[in-house]
């Protein structure tokens, strides 16, 4: 069964930083194409702040550009976010999605984690 767990998520104050992982069971990222990271404020949709391909390719949004890098830590089997100099804005649970084929699926999201960033 294919899961992924994020974890890393907590309370921050503005200015801060934070390492966010997403652990994936298996041999997942072995098969999928792309992972990324989505945050979703309340009362808001979820919305993409970085990707990552397997293979190397990255795309962030313009929030997240220049202050959050994705990696993969082929070791540890984890797909992390590294965010930097985070924002009040940058609050909400950030989850984690595998897609393992653009066209064709299938997706798997984590169940989230929160972080909230408050002085």
């Known amino acids: 069964q294919v899961q992924l767990v994020e974890s890393g998520g907590g309370l921050v104050q503005p200015g801060g930083s934070l390492r966010l992982s997403c652990a994936a069971s298996?041999?997942?990222?072995?098969?999928?194409?792309?992972i990324g990271w989505y945050r979703q404020a309340p009362g808001t949709q979820r919305e993409l702040v970085a990707r990552?391909?397997?293979?190397?390719?990255?795309e962030y949004s313009d929030s997240a550009g220049g202050r959050f890098t994705v990696s993969i830590d082929r070791d540890k089997n984890t797909v992390d976010l590294q965010m930097y100099k985070l924002k009040p804005e940058d609050t909400g649970v950030y989850y984690c999605?595998?897609?393992?084929?653009?066209?064709?699926?299938?997706?798997?999201w984590g169940q989230g984690t929160q972080v909230t960033v408050s002085s």
């Open positions: 298996g041999n997942l990222l072995s098969s999928i194409n792309n």
């Open positions: 999605e595998a897609v393992v084929n653009p066209s064709r699926g299938p997706i798997y």
């Open positions: 990552i391909i397997v293979g190397g390719e990255k």
